[in-house]
């Protein structure tokens, strides 16, 4: 062979490696002056290249942190069901072998089945092996026993907000009803019962109600309308299919609250599924649940959203999961799904900004019936 | 009282499981029994639930031949055909507009129409006409108003068919009780099948049989439910007549109304 030739493959590794050890030795900040600066000797050399490995990202494209959730864990008492626990600790097992560790870890509410003690104890006890901090939220699952009375001994407030690294959070409660149990003589059981359903007409539809949204006209007057802002609510904040409560009531009154900050992105539960949305420039992405995934609703889905493939009843886990969201420099999302037994899927900002022209994830090979 | 209607008054309370109570389980089915022969010829009995043959030279418990059979089966149809004169009968089956085979998606009923008016007439273009003319395909309309009174129902009002109904719906509504209830069907674990499928959605009952790729074998929609019933709610299967799979079959079919019928669809 000829002395000083390489062959594509040895050039491709050396590449790699050199990249790999140079990411080792840079701070996050330093990372991203490196990626500008050679962005910039690239295209003075006229070297853009698709592949290889040069640091080609631009800064707005860069991730400042990310965090992990888990969701809709619908947990009963162990004794009951050991198919969601185990579930659960998968989740678990997933967010702990992340690598970095995310800043924090997000439980997306319906942490119990029922509400009762005994399901909350045992998700509480779970949540503790979960090494990064975690960020509650409630669900209807957890509420409706007591209404929320023993969730919020455990975990506090069903709103509050706090901020990381530039961006504001607010984790907003999404799944109030109007009374419709006084009227019924309806037991706390039964109602908890009730909401646990999806195809009922006999419940009201989520809201987030008054004394929310004023809470959460309050917390935002303080609040720059350019700092990036991520919304966790357990119900979406649109009306995707209302004889499910894909809903909230009220979206459109809290989409106003919303929107005249600059970047707004939304996580929430409940439906279990791959969900993309976007609605003005407020973007919405549904987190998967750990217990089973519901089918995409009839109708109403939002324009944007791909499909995740139909889930497998044969194995437990298919069409489950949990997943992660990288916080980009430019205050947007990029939602990463770590479908459990299949090939992860990432819908990127890129994607809902340019309303699915970029960066469009695989389409679904076997979609919903 | 005898020991046997004892035995059958025992069999007759409803089933009933924790507040559900199944109609399927209501009573006996009516039954055609015919009459003993006194030859001890074996008799064979009409679907009308009167007119009855002989079977010469065959003993009660033995078995016909093909040709016996058909012979008796003719002898049993002309019996009819003599003490109802006036009944039509149709010579030919007749082919209705919704069993038309696709002629190329949606340019297929406009094409089948071109033909009929250039006077080329298939038995698709005929039933076509009829469907927009008004009378049953391939038949000569009559004259406007008129019915024929049929015998399959008797005499039946508009308020019977609510009835039908109503009865129908009230089947339906079981299968939804034992559909949205883990203890109803059996399951240990506290997981409904509504839990996956709210409104018995992605249950597509229209797609079955199938041949149920991890089963390894044809399917049909009730082997998916004892399926689900073992594993996901971790219950016992049921029995292929149990009150509470035909109940979830009902309320599982009731849902998907409109669908076209793809058996074997993936």
């Given amino acids: 062979m000829t002395r000083g030739f390489k062959s594509i493959e040895t050039k491709h590794y050396e590449e790699r490696d050199a990249f790999f050890a140079g990411l080792a030795r840079v701070s996050r900040r330093s990372f991203l002056k490196l990626a500008g600066v050679s962005a910039g000797i690239a295209l003075g050399k006229g070297l853009v290249t698709p592949h290889g490995f040069q640091l080609v990202e631009m800064a707005d494209a860069a991730e400042r942190f990310t965090f992990a959730y888990i969701s809709d864990t619908h947990l009963y008492p162990r004794a009951l069901n050991d198919r969601f626990v185990r579930a659960i600790l998968k989740a678990v097992d997933d967010v702990n072998n992340l690598q970095p560790q995310p800043d924090f870890v997000l439980m997306g509410g319906d942490l119990a089945q029922l509400g009762r003690k005994a399901e909350l104890d045992l998700g509480r006890d779970i949540l503790k092996a979960v090494k990064a901090p975690i960020r509650m939220m409630v669900g209807e699952h957890d509420w409706f026993l007591d209404m929320g009375e023993y969730w919020k001994s455990l975990f506090g407030p069903e709103h509050y907000s706090f901020d990381h690294k530039g961006v504001h959070f607010v984790t907003i409660m999404s799944v109030q009803e109007k009374d419709f149990w006084t009227e019924r003589g309806l037991k706390p059981e039964e109602r908890m019962q009730i909401v646990a359903g999806l195809d009922n007409g006999i419940q009201s539809r989520f809201e987030v109600g008054e004394a929310g949204r004023e809470w959460l006209k309050n917390d935002l007057t303080k609040v720059d309308k350019k700092t990036p802002l991520v919304v966790f609510s357990h119900s979406p904040l649109y009306k995707y299919y209302r004889p499910w409560n894909f809903w909230t009531e009220d979206a459109d009154e809290v989409q106003a609250i919303l929107r005249p900050f600059e970047h707004v992105t939304v996580i929430h539960g409940h439906t279990h599924q791959l969900l993309t949305n976007r609605i003005d420039d407020i973007h919405f992405h549904g987190m998967l649940s750990t217990a089973w995934p519901w089918p995409y609703a009839p109708e109403g889905l939002p324009k944007i959203t791909i499909q995740q493939n139909r889930a497998d009843p044969f194995d437990q886990f298919d069409g489950c999961g949990d997943g992660s969201v990288d916080v980009m420099e430019s205050g947007l999302v990029d939602a990463l799904y770590n479908l459990w037994d299949r090939n992860p899927m990432t819908v990127r900002a890129s994607y809902v900004t340019s309303n699915g022209a970029q960066d469009t994830p695989p389409r679904t090979k076997l979609p919903s019936y | ?266």
């Avoid at chain 2, 109570?21 to 001890?40: E, I, M, N, W």
């Fill in chain 2, 1 to 266: 009282m005898t020991p046997m209607t004892t035995r059958a008054l025992l069999a007759l309370p409803v089933l009933t499981l924790g507040g559900l109570v199944l109609a399927q389980s209501r009573g006996a089915l009516p039954r055609h029994d015919a009459p003993a022969s006194p030859s001890g010829n074996l008799t064979v009995a009409l679907c009308d639930g009167e007119t009855v043959a002989e079977v010469p030279g065959v003993k009660e418990g033995e078995t016909p031949t093909p040709a016996q059979a058909h012979a008796v089966a003719d002898r049993l149809m002309d019996e009819w055909r003599r003490k109802h004169p006036d009944v039509a009968w149709d010579g030919d089956p007749v082919r209705l507009a919704q069993a038309l085979p696709s002629e190329g998606g949606p340019q297929g009923a406009p094409a089948a129409a071109e033909r009929a008016k250039e006077g080329v007439t298939t038995p698709g273009a005929a039933a076509a006409r009829g469907a927009t003319a008004g009378g049953a395909g391939g038949l000569p309309s009559g004259p406007q108003g008129a019915v024929q009174e049929g015998h399959t129902y008797g005499a039946f009002a508009p308020r019977d068919e609510r009835i039908w109904q109503a009865e129908t719906e009230k089947f339906v509504k079981e299968g939804h009780d034992v559909f949205h209830d883990a203890k109803a069907f059996g399951g240990t674990i506290g997981v409904s099948c509504d839990m996956c499928h709210p409104d018995a959605a992605n249950t597509h009952p229209e797609t079955y049989p199938k041949f149920q790729v991890q089963l390894g074998r044809v399917a049909l929609l009730r082997d998916m439910i004892n399926w689900c019933i073992q594993n996901p709610t971790r219950g016992k299967p049921l029995a292929d007549d149990d009150p509470r799979l035909k109940a979830m079959e009902a309320y599982i079919l009731a849902q998907r109304k409109g669908a076209a019928l793809e058996f074997g669809k993936h």
